[in-house]
């Protein structure tokens, strides 16, 4: 008899190597065995895919919305070389130009006329105009993750990287970047550029003791986000300064942060991570939203605390569903080291402007939404949970309960759970006991983001 229990997920995973939005979160690419594809973030829609055979992609950078690609070789079976750039026009369809390094390439950061590229231990910048040109290169501390960021805005000039030292953040500012061309009529008096400081004060500041793991900037370039190794804490910084301005807490336990994105506006920032969550944080003080805090905060004033108890914690959260809701295990011999697996907790957020689905009065008809794009092809649209309402407006639900059901139908959602330690007792419950608890006997407003949407992409268009 034979007693090993197989996979009965109905459909296969799409398998994803690398998704990402562009500076805008107006489109994303996704790589996936079969090639590259291009899609409309809102409503969701292919633009244009490309099959490329002899090899696969680690990742494809698109540049704002224009036709230009930057294509970087990865997996089993590299179609180009690791230590190359590829820079694709697709409305060519060809490669128009390559950047060759000595060694593999970690990470691409890109805005109108300029690449940045990561390398182990340096980052180097060009100018792209009408050709290719070396700008200058900055070294850092070791940086297997491509850790780089670069704001994207009209007349910003931020490009952050990881400083010489672990845990340390160095500012260069290139540049201003141009405004984008005017539609219609050109004005008889263009905008003045805002004033620029000639030196900036602050070219590095110390983020954590440990190694970083994310930093972002938002397109403006006035803050920045880093997060370390142990995966607790997101600080933001003011890049002008170099002050750190907030302090907020995705847990108790330890955790890979994926990625930070902030808001357009600057007001808020959703973290997600290795454990399948989404977090979004108010990152003004009149955003309308107040992050969740200890019940001792209150006593700070007067009785010194530990750190944990000053802690501010997510407002919102939202738990990505598991493709499959059963254990499966493959019959046989385990699969070879070399063989892609498919990671269901990685994904990529960004924010979006869309129609708010259940607009209340005095509110505006259109709100700040994340989309979620998850590695095995689930295309996630949340709302946040309203906070003027005693409770958050729950969304349609199938006969079956799943969320809802718009194109498709996502797997059940889990339930947020605490932080456990080895001995699994809560972290969270023994520190401050009742924190969620007395919330929602006070019959407080929800803290769930809302599915309003759920589809997929990389197979379900027809490709693949």
């Known amino acids: ?97 390559e950047l060759e390094f000595r060694e593999r390439v970690r990470g691409l950061a890109c805005r109108k006329g300029w690449l940045a590229v990561a390398l182990r231990r340096r980052v180097v910048v060009f100018e792209l105009g009408k050709g290719v040109s070396r700008y200058g290169e900055w070294d850092t501390c070791d940086n297997p993750r491509g850790l780089l960021a670069m704001a994207t805005a009209a007349y910003s000039t931020l490009l952050a990287i990881p400083g010489r030292q672990m845990g340390h953040v160095h500012l260069v500012h290139l540049p201003p970047c141009p405004p984008p061309e005017p539609l219609g009529p050109p004005m008889s008096a263009p905008p003045r550029p805002p004033a620029r400081p000639t030196k900036h004060p602050v070219s590095m500041f110390i983020a ?37 301005v907030r302090e907020f807490r995705r847990g108790t336990d330890k955790a890979e942060i994926y990625g930070v994105a902030f808001r357009p506006d600057e007001r808020e920032v959703c973290v997600w991570s290795d454990k399948g969550t989404i977090h979004v944080f108010a990152l003004a003080d009149d955003s309308g939203s107040s992050n969740r805090q200890s019940t001792f905060s ?47 907790e990685k994904c990529v957020v960004g924010w979006i402007q869309a129609p708010s689905d259940d ?41 079956s309960g799943a969320g809802t059901v718009i194109s498709g139908s996502p797997p059940r959602p889990v339930p947020m759970s605490r ?25 407080g407003p929800s803290h769930e983001c809302i599915l309003r949407e759920f589809r997929r992409f990389g197979r379900w268009d027809g490709w693949g």
């Open 1 to 97: 008899m034979n007693l090993a229990r197989h996979s009965i997920s109905s459909t296969a995973p799409v398998l994803i190597f690398d998704a990402r939005f562009d500076s805008d979160c107006h489109i994303f690419t996704a790589a996936t065995p079969a090639g590259f594809a291009v899609y409309r973030t809102r409503p969701l829609q292919l633009l244009r895919k490309r099959e490329i055979t002899g090899g696969t992609l680690a990742a494809v950078v698109p540049l704002h919305t224009s036709s230009l690609l930057f294509l970087i070789g990865g997996g089993r079976s590299p179609r180009y070389p690791p230590n190359k750039v590829i820079l694709w026009d697709d409305a060519l369809g060809q490669e128009v130009a």
């Open 298 to 344: 209150p006593l700070k004033p007067f009785v010194p605390l530990p750190k944990y108890f000053k802690s501010e914690w997510s407002y919102a959260q939202y738990r990505i569903p598991s493709q499959s809701a059963h254990i499966s295990m493959s019959a046989g011999p385990s699969k070879s080291p070399t063989a892609d697996v498919i990671d269901e």
């Open 359 to 399: 607009t209340l009065e005095g509110e505006p008809p259109v709100e700040h939404q994340l989309v979620a794009l998850t590695y095995t092809g689930g295309w996630y649209r949340l709302s946040l949970p309203k906070t003027s309402a005693p409770s958050a407006i729950p969304p349609r639900t199938s006969a």
């Open 208 to 244: 954590h003791e440990s190694a970083l793991t994310t930093l972002s900037v938002p397109s403006s370039g006035n803050l920045v986000a880093t997060t370390s190794s142990r995966g607790t804490l997101i600080r933001i910084w003011d890049s002008n300064t170099g002050k750190r």
């Open 419 to 443: 932080p456990r330690s080895s001995s699994g007792s809560s972290f969270a419950g023994r520190l401050d006991k009742g924190k969620d608890v007395d919330r929602e006997k006070e019959g």
